[in-house]
């Protein structure tokens, strides 16, 4: 259960900022958070991250859906003998659904988390997937004992 409200807190949040940063920010394109390092930019992202692979909508979609078929299946698998990774699937699962919500309903991503340190721009799902396949890939290399 924990891990459907992990799911769902991420995807609905991603899709409530989208909402607003539609609404204050896509007018004025940028907005200067803290001076000369953190912006709030909005963005029509029509590839994956960082902007690759641009205008390949369907071909992302399926993707992403059997990806999160798969990755479900591990979810539930990881549930009772390992929650960490269990929580770290989540994490991406929820990123990537409310990365396919707007692929659906808008045909691009909407990114707006800017930094002046690192070109891309990109949003809370991204960074969701990105936390989460990160932990993931430090417990499957330095934990031995996982049996996949």
């Known amino acids: 259960m924990y891990l459907a409200i992990i799911i769902g807190v991420i995807t609905i949040l991603d899709q409530f900022i989208k909402m607003k940063i539609v609404d204050k920010v896509m007018p ?4 200067e ?13 029509t590839g994956i991250s960082f902007g690759m692979f641009k205008g390949k909508r369907i071909i992302f979609i399926i993707l992403t ?4 078929i798969i990755l479900s299946y591990f979810l539930i698998k990881f549930s009772k003998t390992n929650r960490v990774i269990a929580v770290c699937l989540a994490f991406i699962i929820g990123g990537a659904i409310g990365n396919l919500i707007d692929r659906i309903r808008l045909g691009y ?3 707006y988390i800017h930094f002046s340190f690192f070109p891309p721009v990109f949003n809370l799902a991204d960074a969701a997937i990105v936390c989460g396949a990160i932990a993931l890939s ?5 934990n031995k004992n996982i049996e996949l």
């Open 28 to 31: 004025h394109k940028s907005i």
């Open 33 to 45: 958070i803290i001076k000369n390092f953190f912006y709030l930019t909005y963005v029509e992202n």
């Open 65 to 68: 859906i059997i990806v999160c």
């Open 109 to 111: 991503v909407i990114d």
């Open 138 to 142: 430090i417990i499957l290399i330095f």
